[in-house]
């Protein structure tokens, strides 16, 4: 069943609210020149935990304690939340009613260094038990965590069956200004960006020979460096969707998981595997919402169990033209390694 809209929206702004507290935390921290902040202090859901996470976690506890009942039971799932990066918040007798998943910091090894934004990305779905899912969310936010030279930020929000929106606001609190987001309509990559993630050591070279086989096939050849298809490596699942979200990008595929899988096939592997997860893409709904198309990597719908382990790979395209002519290449490239849904 549908969740009505006037429940959506409350649940967006709850989400947005947490997500500006986060905003203007980190901004402080930034701009006072904390020390250590990209000092690694954990290992939990398969990715590292640095200083700066640590700071904001008591921030989402703070918030979600102060919901409402009608909130309640409800299951945080978040990196930092114990072992399992789960919390509940409720009554343990009451069936639960949601699961909300969040990233506080996504792009953490960006920003604590004070050289790009990274992402609060929240999303929040009906319980349905273990397999509650992506596809599950009703509501979800993004919001940009500004480095300290800053004074715009972007926040994005969708609710399922209505178009994503963009807040542009002036740190400080001036009116932001409010418009409909639009995905790039262009149906080819000369001249646009596009990329293969390849963040860390073990899976650059596979990642490489994918993203110049899929510009030797898109890219005509003898063209002239401006039709050259670009390289943005944001280190940022939400970034990522942003720049599809926004326009910027035509393209963006992180096979990550597919890679370590065709890397141990050919012997000892030793370096981290170092992966999307589930709350990495918590900002799933916003791209849908938006009209930009975003699968698995093999072309499926991206659907994952909200929590903090499960690996995921996800390719994004800003239309459907252009998810045409790359998703082929990428298939092909894939089966060319024995890799297979």
Request: charged share 20%; hydrophobic share 40%; aromatic share 8%.
């Amino acid at each position: 069943m549908p969740v009505p809209e006037i429940e959506a929206l409350a649940w967006v702004q709850r989400l947005e609210s947490l997500g500006f507290a986060i905003q203007e935390y980190v901004s402080q921290l930034l701009t006072d020149g904390t020390p250590g902040l990209h000092l690694a202090v954990a290992e939990q859901g398969g990715d590292t935990v640095y200083a700066i996470d640590r700071y904001v976690e008591p921030i989402v506890e703070k918030h979600i304690e102060l919901w409402g009942h009608e909130c309640r039971p409800l299951l945080l799932i978040a990196e930092g939340m114990g072992v399992d990066g789960r919390r509940r918040f409720g009554s343990e007798r009451d069936e639960l009613r949601y699961r909300v998943i969040i990233d506080p910091i996504d792009g953490t090894r960006g920003l604590m260094y004070d050289k790009r934004s990274a992402w609060f990305l929240a999303a929040v779905a009906k319980d349905r038990g273990e397999q509650t899912g992506l596809q599950d969310t009703f509501a979800s936010v993004m919001i940009e965590l500004p480095t300290s030279k800053q004074h715009l930020c972007d926040s994005i929000s969708a609710i399922a069956g209505n178009p994503t929106l963009l807040k542009r606001t002036r740190i400080g609190g001036a009116e932001p200004i409010r418009r409909v987001v639009s995905p790039s309509t262009s149906t080819g990559l000369a001249g646009g960006f596009g990329q293969v993630v390849s963040f860390f050591q073990g899976t650059k070279g596979l990642a490489a020979e994918l993203m110049e086989t899929i510009a030797a096939e898109l890219i005509p050849p003898g063209t002239t460096s401006q039709s050259a298809v670009l390289d943005d490596q944001y280190i940022s699942t939400g970034g990522q969707m942003a720049e599809l979200i926004l326009g910027h990008d035509r393209f963006c595929c992180d096979l990550r998981p597919l890679m370590y899988q065709i890397q141990r096939r050919n012997g000892p592997f030793r370096a981290p595997e170092l992966v999307c997860h589930p709350y990495d893409a918590a900002g799933l709904l916003t791209a849908l919402q938006s009209g930009v198309i975003i699968t698995d990597g093999f072309g499926r719908n991206l659907d994952a169990a909200l929590d903090v382990f499960q690996p995921v790979h996800w390719c994004g395209y800003a239309n459907a033209e252009l998810q045409s002519r790359i998703e082929p290449i990428i298939q092909r490239w894939l089966r060319g390694y024995g890799v297979t849904p």
